[in-house]
């Protein structure tokens, strides 16, 4: 064949495989980035289905946290609060994630007004909170990189795989295990399903440091926490808007090894520290719920700070 002549048949083939790839992404789209359907899974992959979410869901109030706030029903929300919220959570939220959430949201939904936002202390004791692991070009205005989402490596070796294996099995008949079972913008990222909640279960976890909260740098600790507080809890605050900040409900056990690693009286200060900075704001308000009764017991846990939906409701 001639070179030429096998050269634009190779391009073309390829420029039509991208095409069909592409296309096949758009018409099916895993995540959720250009239209929301109920009844489709929505893939639990944090960082890209909210960005579908804050771009496509109806809503005018948003919850923002990490997993400790994923069990949170948004129907309970319309019913006893009279609001209409999205839950933007991801496991490990950084303060960096949370400013881009609300930031996506100030662009794309003008009509939200009030925010709930998990205070995780812990996110304050670190210096490294960079985005690496979140794919920005999710939630910026600039159409011309979506080729990354259409053609990525996230999209086709996870995302389309998992809802076309799904929804293959589900008109199939075949019951699906309930950690993919999700197909309410709702239902993005609860847990509670496939996680046991119970005493025994904690406390062996906890002797054997399984689910543990992160390491915690005591070198330092509370100025750089009072330093990250200063500088970064109130960055989405603005005066149009209304804040509703809280502390989940750790479990007495958590506290125990927070004592017995030096940072207690540290945690309490700087929640004091926090509790100071948000009183300066009218239209912020704060719930703490780490002294409540039920957090001494134990079988409302998962582990030492994840607790069941029962409690978030």
């Known amino acids: 064949m001639n070179p030429r002549k096998y050269l634009i048949i190779t391009s073309i083939s390829i420029i039509a495989l991208l095409i069909a790839l592409s296309l096949t992404v758009y018409l099916w789209d895993p995540y959720s980035y250009y239209r929301i359907e109920d009844g489709r899974l929505k893939y639990v992959a944090s960082s890209y289905i909210n960005a579908g979410i804050i771009r496509n869901a109806d809503y005018d109030s948003v919850i923002i946290g990490s997993s400790m706030s994923q069990n949170f029903n948004p129907e309970t929300f319309r019913e006893l609060i009279g609001v209409n919220p999205v839950k933007l959570c991801t496991g490990g939220l950084t303060l960096e994630q949370r400013d881009l959430f609300f930031n996506a949201v100030e662009r794309q939904s003008a009509g939200t007004d009030k925010f709930f936002i998990e205070i995780q202390l812990s996110t304050f004791n670190s210096e490294d909170d960079d985005l690496s692991d979140t794919p920005l070009y999710l939630y910026d205005d ?3 990189n979506d080729f990354r989402y259409l053609l990525g490596y996230e999209t086709w070796a996870r995302g389309m795989p998992v809802s076309f294996g799904y929804a293959a099995a589900k008109a199939a008949g075949i019951e699906m295990d309930t950690m993919h079972n999700i197909e ?18 904690v406390i062996n976890k906890y002797k054997k440091n399984i689910d543990a909260v992160s390491y915690q740098e005591t070198d330092g600790m509370y100025e750089r926490m009072c330093k990250n507080v200063d500088e970064k809890l109130c960055t989405v605050i603005e005066d149009k808007n209304e804040y509703v900040f809280f502390f989940p409900p750790y479990s007495a056990l ?5 004592r017995q690693a030096g940072y207690e009286d540290c945690y309490f200060d700087v929640k004091e520290h926090i509790m100071e900075v948000l009183s300066g704001y009218d239209n912020v308000s704060v719930f703490d719920f780490q002294s409540d009764p039920l957090t001494s017991d134990l079988d409302n846990y998962r582990d030492t700070s994840h607790y069941g939906r029962h409690i978030s409701e």
């Open 254 to 258: 958590f506290w125990h090894k927070a």
């Open 142 to 144: 600039n159409k011309l």
């Open 184 to 201: 309410s913008v709702d239902n993005v990222g609860d847990w509670y399903p496939r996680y046991k909640l119970g005493r025994e279960q």
